[in-house]
């Protein structure tokens, strides 16, 4: 009967042992399995699309939007010069998110100054000019959407980016477009009071952001 517990003893400690060592194996390999994929994500050309494009600047209000603004130029040059060294982009990785990160604020940035000056050319414009600039954006607008339904019908990489920049430019278009009506609607108000006679005409007011 002693010799039956002694064995009996030896086989629990066994099992014991085995399942343990199963356990610190399992999470073992589970750590290291975490580690390799997050080490396995590499950053490529093509992760720098994965946000909406850059908005595109009219050249009448570039002046005023682009001032002061970080355009990730020496940072782009620094890409482009790693590239250029090491051939692959595995080996330029920090220069990759150091550009998505730049880009990021960049283009943030832009689009609220863009839709700031639309409104701001909404309340000063002279109306007529106002109204004018409305149906340019408008006429803009729809040619944007017709040239979406095109490159709908394009296949592989060449339509997916034709689809992703008409698609930012639609979205970036129709928010300055309501931003300027914004600032039509505010300048609406009562009608002016007719001029007294003999008093001084009044100097006609320059548009201004």
Known sequence: MLLWLICVGIRISFLVGYYFCSWCQCAYFSTVDKQ?????????????????????????????????????DGILKNLFLCLQINDIEPFCQDE???????????????????????????????????????????????????????ASGLQGMEGFRQRWSLHGQLGDTRKRLEALNNGLAKREGPSSPAPVEGATPAVKKRWFF
């Open 96 to 150: 990759i998110v150091l550009y998505q990160q730049c880009v990021a604020k960049r283009d943030k940035e832009i689009r609220e100054r863009l839709q700031d000056s639309e409104y701001k050319l909404g309340v000063s414009m002279p109306l007529e000019e106002a109204k004018e600039r409305v149906t340019q954006l408008q006429s803009e607008l729809t040619l944007l959407e017709r040239r979406m339904i095109l």
């Open 36 to 72: 390799e994929t997050m080490e396995e994500t590499i950053l490529v050309g093509d992760d720098l699309m994965r946000g909406p494009p850059s908005p595109v600047v009219p050249k009448e209000i570039a002046s005023h939007v682009l001032e002061g603004v970080e355009l990730c």
